[in-house]
């Protein structure tokens, strides 16, 4: 599972002294509780892996948002910071496709959907999250998606 991986993952860190692994392993074990916590108010077991992966993505993209505003700020330091801690995380996340197989990806869920126009969006997409959930930027495959069916 993959929150055993992230704890071995930590205790190695701890050992090896490496400050930046070992907090940003703790922030996801954080993440994670609080995440558990919430859904069992809500009546709900505690999180999968498949509700894990886009958790991972999340705090993926604040990071990029992060290193963005870090730039135009002119904060090389903290720039280093999130790019070490998305590479870090990253690191739990399944490969993520080229853009040539979102591409194909996308052609093949629409064919298998048999989706016709913007009214079927949500059946491709539907299709995309079951079968490559964590593997592609939804947001994106989204966008693809929607111009595909626009055309």
Request: charged share 30%; aromatic share 2%; hydrophobic share 40%.
């Amino acid at each position: 599972m993959l929150r055993d991986d992230i704890n071995k993952a930590l205790t190695e860190a701890m050992k090896a002294k490496n400050e930046r692994a070992v907090s940003t392993l703790r922030m996801i074990n954080s993440t994670l509780k609080n995440a558990d916590i919430e859904a069992r108010g809500a009546g709900k077991p505690p999180l999968g892996d498949a509700e894990v992966l886009p958790l991972l993505q999340k705090m993926i993209k604040q990071r990029q948002e992060s290193v963005e505003l870090y730039k135009k700020g002119g904060r090389d330091d903290l720039v280093k910071q999130e790019s070490e801690e998305i590479a870090i995380i990253s690191g739990y996340l399944p490969k993520q496709m080229s853009d040539a197989e979102v591409s194909a990806a996308i052609d093949a869920a629409i064919k298998e959907t048999g989706a016709a126009g913007m009214k079927d969006m949500g059946k491709v997409i539907g299709a995309l999250r079951g079968k490559y959930a964590g593997q592609m930027d939804m947001a994106k495959a989204s966008a693809a998606v929607k111009a595909k069916l626009g055309s």
